[in-house]
């Protein structure tokens, strides 16, 4: 009972004190997505001027670090690297040259330091030592795969935790390019202006829309990128918005009632997500008052009973 009332109270403390002990990020991801515009804008003048001189141009940033000399000399871009492995860290926020070296450079280091730290582990410390052999040298491989997909799990839970922010600070943002659409705005300027309000909200939300301003304003295809803000996001609701944007800007339809539309429909989805999560409290309460409300009414209760019990014996 000590051990269970010690745990709680630690978990009540550190409930109280996460929000506190958050960092706010908003300057640096902000700062982030403007050095990524300005990047862009360099980019498409190199394009231009190479055209002008009918040559090639060159949209590799360089970045001359030893992470991606061993990348490059390995050729591990080759090996390890697709389009869905580019579009999985455009959907995690890493979108430069050099987080997709550092990610390839863990791909190949970190196999080698878990077979190292699982060899030391098993064979060093004894762990798993009344186990076989051929046990302790599967478990040592194990840890070689682990560590060679544990860059991957983190990719996973980045975009796992972007999307939950992008999903849920969604339709308030419908809500406020539907009213500066309804003003009379440019698309362009109604997305600069619903990031700059969403930016408290959802920081990956406003920087995928001041993303998406940039490659409105410098790529020759509009249609290019309204796509490329739905492969950035992978979500569904993202993609629905962008294909009416795109219906929009080809066949000149109004956009303002497909907007309040597509918004009501995500506010709906959000609601019902919260239900669901709501209907599903009362099971995952049952464990927790179990363990902890019970005992302690157990020994209220029966407590001056035990005490008067010893009195007497």
């Not at 699982?118 to 040592?140: C, E, Q």
């Amino acid at each position: 009972m000590a051990i269970l009332v010690s745990v709680s109270v630690l978990a009540t403390f550190y409930s109280i004190a996460m929000p506190f002990l958050e960092r706010g990020d908003l300057d640096k991801r902000m700062k982030s997505v403007a050095t990524e515009r300005e990047q862009i804008r360099a980019r498409e003048r190199a394009r231009l001027a190479a055209e002008a001189v009918n040559s090639k141009a060159s949209l590799r940033a360089q970045n001359n670090t030893s992470v991606r000399q061993v990348v490059e000399r390995l050729n591990l871009r080759k090996a390890l690297v697709d389009d869905k492995t580019l579009n999985r860290l455009k959907t995690a926020g890493y979108r430069s040259q050099n987080a997709l070296n550092i990610f390839l450079f863990a791909r190949f280091v970190l196999p080698f330091l878990f077979l190292g730290a699982g060899a030391f582990a098993i064979f060093g410390l004894h762990f798993l030592g009344d186990k076989p052999l051929t046990v302790r040298l599967l478990a040592t491989i194990g840890s070689a795969y682990l560590g060679f997909y544990a860059p991957n799990i983190f990719v996973s839970n980045a975009i796992s935790k972007r999307q939950l922010s992008i999903r849920r600070a969604w339709p308030d943002a419908l809500d406020l390019l539907l009213i500066c659409v309804e003003s009379g705005t440019s698309m362009e300027v109604a997305m600069r202006r619903v990031a700059d309000e969403i930016a408290e909200q959802s920081p990956p939300l406003a920087e995928e829309l001041v993303l998406t301003t940039a490659e409105l304003s410098f790529l020759p295809d509009r249609r290019q990128a309204l796509d490329n803000l739905a492969t950035r996001t992978g979500l569904d609701d993202v993609k629905a918005v962008t294909q009416a944007l795109i219906q929009a800007d080809r066949y000149g339809t109004p956009i303002a009632q497909a907007l309040r539309v597509l918004a009501q429909e995500s506010r709906d989805q959000r609601m019902n997500a919260a239900e669901k999560k709501a209907a599903a409290l009362p099971p995952k309460l049952t464990v927790p008052m179990i363990l902890f409300f019970l005992p302690v009414l157990i020994a209220v209760i029966l407590g001056p009973a035990g005490m008067q019990v010893a009195d007497k014996f």
